[in-house]
């Protein structure tokens, strides 16, 4: 008998409808993965988190300074079961360690291929940690402070 294949369930966050868009249909394309909805308002995004419980919530970085930081932070101390994946870092991110110590569990820096944004979600849902090399020696810059 076939094992059944894990389903990995997701929201996205991002504040650009057509990315999202975009987004969601690669990832739905994949065999073995839901994504329940695609949102930028903290509110929607607390609530949907709440009231689907999805393992993963990817959520896209699209400047420093905006309220992703207090978003992963209340979204890991109300569901700390889900997982949370911040992509569109570049290289010289600068708060890598804020968002490690806020609950981000994986790292997808901006311009990687669909390729490496899977394998982080799966990794992830595995319970791995991700940070590409291309953020280390920020990391470490910003724990010698």
Do not use: C
């Not at 389903?7 to 999202?20: E, H, M, N, T």
């Not at 919530?57 to 997982?83: M, W």
């Not at 799966?122 to 090399?133: D, K």
């Amino acid at each position: 008998m076939a094992q059944a294949t894990k389903r990995i369930s997701i929201v996205l966050v991002d504040d650009d409808l057509a990315a999202a868009e975009g987004v969601v249909a690669l990832i739905q394309a994949q065999p073995g993965y839901h994504v329940f909805a695609a949102a930028a308002e903290i509110d929607t995004v607390l609530r949907t988190v709440r009231d689907n419980k999805p393992e993963l919530v990817i959520l896209n970085l699209r400047q420093e300074g905006d309220d992703s930081l207090a978003l992963v932070g209340a979204l890991h101390g109300e569901t700390p079961e889900t997982r949370i994946i911040l992509m569109g870092l570049e290289s010289s991110q600068t708060d890598v360690a804020s968002y490690v110590r806020a609950g981000v569990s994986g790292f997808v820096i901006a311009g990687a291929s669909f390729e490496v944004f899977l394998h982080t979600i799966q990794s992830v849902s595995n319970g791995i940690r991700v940070l590409p090399a291309g953020l280390t020696p920020s990391l470490f810059r910003q724990l010698k402070k």
